[in-house]
Nanobody, 127 residues
Framework: QVQLVESGGGLVQAGGSLRLSCAASGRSFSNYGMGWFRRAPGKEREFVAGVSRSGEVTTVADSVKGRFTISRDNAKTTVYLQMNSLKPEDTAVYYC????????????????????WGPGTQVAVSS
């Protein structure tokens, strides 16, 4: 089992940057693929980015491609989401999630394939 806690959210102007962190506690962090999702008011939860167990494979949604980067540090049991060139439409609660898997290159986009979730951190982008 793993516990996840996000941090780094806040209010930023359009065009600005934020770096979200997700600290994991528990055992065997490197056994989990990790993902970031977001939910904007009145919308469905949306995949943002995923990173494989080793960090070798990353996937990002088309809506954030070229602006957001996901990475992980297995020694620090932390996954990051670097968000640049933020837009008002990026406003949402951001969640990190862990996918317990034996496959190193797996980065699922379906939230149902993740086993554990953090409580979320709010990101607000003003125009």
């Amino acid at each position: 089992q793993v516990q996840l806690v996000e941090s780094g959210g806040g209010l930023v102007q359009a065009g600005g940057s934020l770096r979200l962190s997700c600290a994991a506690s528990g055992r065997s962090f490197s056994n989990y693929g990790m993902g970031w999702f977001r939910r904007a008011p009145g919308k469905e939860r949306e995949f943002v980015a995923g990173v494989s167990r080793s960090g070798e494979v990353t996937t990002v949604a088309d809506s954030v491609k070229g602006r957001f980067t996901i990475s992980r540090d297995n020694a620090k049991t932390t996954v990051y989401l670097q968000m640049n060139s933020l837009k008002p439409e990026d406003t949402a609660v951001y969640y990190c999630a862990a996918d317990q898997t034996i496959f190193d290159h797996r980065t699922p986009r379906n939230p149902r394939e993740y086993d554990y979730w953090g409580p979320g951190t709010q990101v607000a982008v003003s125009s």
